[in-house]
C-alpha cells in the first residue's frame, strides 16, 4: 500500500483546509484508515480514524468538532476536513493504514501551518 498526502498549505486562524490522502496498491486490504500529526518537540498524536467495518470515527480530543475524516473506496481516497483551525494545529500530518496483515503503512505527509 502506497500513501500520498497532499493539501496542506498555509492558513489563518479560523479558517479551513481538506487534506486528502491517495492510496494505491492492495487497498481492499486496508482495515484501519486514519490521519496522524506530528509538531516540532512533539510526540506524534492520532487525529482521527475510520475502521472499515462501520462505525463511528474516533478524534482526538484536540479535534474533536473540527475535523471530520472520511473515505471514498472508489476513488481509493482517505480526507480529511478540518475547520476553525487554531496555531495550535500547526504539524506535519501524515497518513497512516493499517491492513488486515497486518501491516502498517505511512504517507511522507503535508504541512499545515495556522498563523494567528
Known amino acids: 500500500v502506497r500513501l500520498v498526502e497532499s493539501g496542506g498549505g498555509s492558513v489563518q486562524a479560523g479558517g479551513s483546509l481538506t487534506l486528502s490522502c491517495a492510496a494505491s496498491?492492495?487497498?481492499?486490504?486496508?482495515?484501519?484508515a486514519a490521519w496522524y500529526r506530528q509538531a516540532p518537540g512533539k510526540q506524534r498524536e492520532m487525529v482521527a480514524r475510520?475502521?472499515?467495518?462501520?462505525?463511528?470515527?474516533d478524534y482526538g480530543d484536540a479535534v474533536k468538532g473540527r475535523f471530520t475524516i472520511s473515505r471514498d473506496n472508489a476513488k481509493n481516497t482517505i480526507d480529511l476536513e478540518m475547520t476553525d483551525l487554531k496555531p495550535e494545529d500547526t504539524a506535519l500530518y501524515l497518513c497512516?493504514?493499517?491492513?488486515?496483515?497486518?501491516?502498517?503503512?505511512w504517507g511522507q505527509g503535508t504541512q499545515v501551518t495556522v498563523s494567528s
Open positions: 475510520l475502521r472499515s467495518g462501520g462505525g463511528s470515527p
Open positions: 497512516n493504514a493499517k491492513t488486515w496483515g497486518p501491516s502498517e503503512y
Open positions: 496498491g492492495s487497498t481492499f486490504s486496508i482495515n484501519v
